[in-house]
Each structure stands twice: as C-alpha cells, then as structure tokens.
C-alpha cells in the first residue's frame, strides 16, 4: 500500500471553491482507476487556508498509473487556476497494518 498525505495552501477565500470545483475529479479518481482505495482532499478545520491531502493505492503500479490519467492532469489544473499559493505532499509505502483497536477495543501500537 501507499499513501500520499499531505497539504496544499490556499488564500482562505478561494478554498471552498476550490474544494467544490475538485468533488467531480476526486469521485472520478475513485470510480475509475484500479488500485484508489482514498482519494481525499479535504479543507483543514483549524487552518482556513489549508487543503488536507489523503489518497490510498493499493501499490506502486497503481499510483503510477493515476500519475498519468487525464484525472490527476485535471486535478493539477484546477489547483493552478484557482490560485493555489504552495503544497507539500509526500508518499509512504506501508509494510504492516493493522486495527487501532484490539479485541478489548483499546487503542494500540501493535502491529500483531
């Protein structure tokens, strides 16, 4: 699995426009490319000018795949035209999951 998370910054008055402007694309990622299990972009509740980023892949392939699909093109031009000011996003390839709840349904660090 992989993750991409991050955050994409924006003047606090264009979010909401942006982020109504970009539902069309995050559903399309998620009904038509094989492997999106998320694909979130999200405004942050405590910073009004930033986007928080969340996707999923089910592996490398995947991902690279969405790299050159017209969704993820739409998707950077729509961040361009409504003036995003900056983004850091990073990816991380995961080995291990596992629930944050254990059978007596107390959170955990375990991975067993």
């Keep these: ?12 008055a264009k979010r909401a426009a942006l982020l ?9 990622t998620r009904d038509e490319e094989p492997g999106c299990e ?14 928080s980023v969340y996707e999923l892949w089910t592996d490398a392939p995947s991902l690279a795949a969405h790299f050159l699909h017209q969704n993820y093109f739409n998707m950077r031009n729509t961040f361009q035209e409504h003036g995003i000011t900056g983004a850091e996003t990073m990816k991380y390839r ?12 107390i959170a955990t660090t375990d991975f067993d």
Excluded at 20 to 28: R, Y
């Design 38 to 51: 998320a694909y979130v972009f999200a405004g942050d509740p405590c910073e009004p000018g930033t986007i």
């Design 1 to 12: 699995m992989i993750i991409i998370a991050g955050r994409i910054f924006i003047d606090p």
């Design 20 to 28: 109504e402007a970009t539902k069309p694309l995050q559903q399309a």
């Design 94 to 105: 995961i080995d291990a999951k596992a629930p944050v709840y254990n059978s007596q349904r």
